[in-house]
């Protein structure tokens, strides 16, 4: 009788792949005929693959279809219809000093705001104010209060000033809050912030930020929110129902001979081997060949995601938290938490997690309810941020705004020289592969179980298992 993982592992390699990334042109004729995302994909593939295989020269028409390409992406993100407004707005930041130092001062905004509305509620909350006696003071706190609840922070200024000059008996006590509120660096911050958004630049600036989605914390953005979590709500629902059936199907193979089992979110011990080092410390699910009392075994561990791309922007710190998981101890025991309870896993089946350089161990899969893309993109977003984002992508641009000559794509040549020996554009070098990668181990729940039940019905003696 075949052992039951080898009918898995066959059920994982026969499962279709529906999110498959597409291949890339086949050289760098087709690569530019194919569009500015595949030209731009090709080459810095090359140059991935050039730098990783001493074998395979970099093609020397790679560094100018890349140039090439960058140069139209900008033009592109610089057009006013259709165009990138996160790109349109970091260029408008370099550009300008008034819109540079308002992007500064927003980004600690609400910290600022949270920070100076805590020190007026320290005395001037309504319900301390309710056991105040009626008079001047009283009125002035109310007031205070009211321009920080409405973000008039200008006038707060004023108001906490003209308190202090007032020189108010019963005011003594709150002075050195009052002064600790004007002297400190939040409500500066934040006046500041408020005179900057009357300039026209500032304006357009804060319109292309929110053409780039909705702010946090707004209607808008809390129900995208939602949506997010029922998409991977139902993911999870439907990867952890086939997983469950996959278990059955193995009990039933294996004849009540070993108890296979779905565990999920299980949490890596605190004192596991290795260090953290931005690895995956929390897995969605795993199928355990053990009882709840026994040692188990890891049979297969699935991370779940609500979109393939989801899984791109975790495979690093999945590959991480498999070769932690690697450093356990062979003959160690390893108590795992999870949502169903304590899971006690063998240090041996953990060190089958060893990743094979890059790629994930056969029995490491991702799990995906949502319907493929008609084509998923050959270049990501995150990795067209990063190459705009350059310096020498920004002076193209501010070349380009300045209305005179175009600049010669050459003039890029340091994003190319940048990206093939600089760290900061690292993922971006390996964001094609990374994507095959992860896209390779990604399945749906439906086509797993489908594969499992023919492995399953196909191998000898299923018959004897049905009955």
Not at 284 to 299: H, K, M, Q, S
Not at 411 to 420: E, F, P, R
């Amino acid at each position: 009788m075949q052992y039951p993982h080898t009918l898995l592992l066959a059920a994982l390699r026969d499962a279709p792949r529906r999110y498959c990334m597409p291949p890339l042109p086949a050289d760098a004729e087709a690569a530019a005929a194919s569009g500015t995302d595949a030209a731009l994909a090709f080459a810095i593939d090359a140059a991935r693959v050039a730098g990783e295989e001493r074998n395979t020269p970099l093609p020397a028409e790679a560094g100018p279809l890349f140039t090439r390409a960058l140069a139209q992406l900008i033009q592109k993100s610089l057009a006013r219809e259709g165009g990138d407004p996160a790109f349109q707005a970091l260029v408008m930041q370099a550009q300008d000093a008034a819109v540079n130092e308002h992007a500064q001062l927003w980004r600690l905004r609400d910290a600022d705001q949270r920070a100076v509305r805590a020190a007026i509620n320290a005395f001037a909350h309504p319900g301390k104010l309710r056991g105040m006696p009626e008079g001047e003071l009283r009125d002035a706190l109310a007031q205070l209060h009211e321009l920080a609840a409405s973000g008039l922070w200008e006038e707060l200024a004023q108001g906490i000033k003209k308190l202090l000059d007032q020189k108010l008996p019963a005011e003594k006590s709150l002075q050195p809050a009052l002064r600790a509120i004007l002297s400190g660096p939040s409500l500066d911050r934040l006046a500041r912030s408020n005179e900057l958004l009357h300039l026209e630049a500032v304006q357009r600036y804060q319109a292309l930020v929110e053409r780039q989605g909705p702010a946090a914390g707004s209607d808008a953005a809390l129900s995208k929110g939602r949506a997010s979590a029922r998409r991977g709500e139902a993911a999870e629902e439907a990867s952890t129902l086939a997983l469950g059936k996959i278990a059955d199907l193995l009990n039933r193979h294996d004849k009540g001979n070993a108890s296979y089992r779905v565990v999920r979110s299980l949490r890596n011990p605190p004192a596991f081997p290795g260090e953290a080092n931005k690895a995956k410390e929390e897995w969605d699910a795993a199928i355990v060949r053990g009882g709840a009392d026994a040692t188990a075994e890891l049979v297969l561990l699935a991370e779940i995601k609500a979109s393939p791309a989801a899984a791109t922007a975790d495979f690093s710190r999945l590959l991480r938290g498999l070769r932690r998981l690697a450093e356990a101890g062979a003959e160690e025991t390893y108590a795992f938490a999870s949502a169903d309870g304590l899971t006690r896993i063998h240090g041996t089946s953990l060190q089958r997690l060893l990743p094979d350089g890059d790629s994930l161990p056969p029995h490491v899969i991702y799990c995906c309810s949502a319907a493929p893309e008609a084509r998923p993109p050959m270049l990501s977003a995150a990795s067209k941020a990063v190459l705009l984002a350059e310096p020498a992508s920004l002076a193209f641009a501010h070349r380009l705004l300045a209305g005179a000559e175009a600049p010669p794509p050459d003039s890029l040549a340091a994003v190319w020289q940048a990206l093939m020996t600089e760290p900061r554009l690292r993922a971006a070098l390996h964001q094609y592969d990374t994507a095959r990668k992860a896209r390779a181990a990604m399945l749906h729940p439906a086509d797993l179980l489908a594969s499992a039940a023919r492995q399953f019905d196909e191998a000898p003696g299923a018959s004897d298992n049905r009955r």
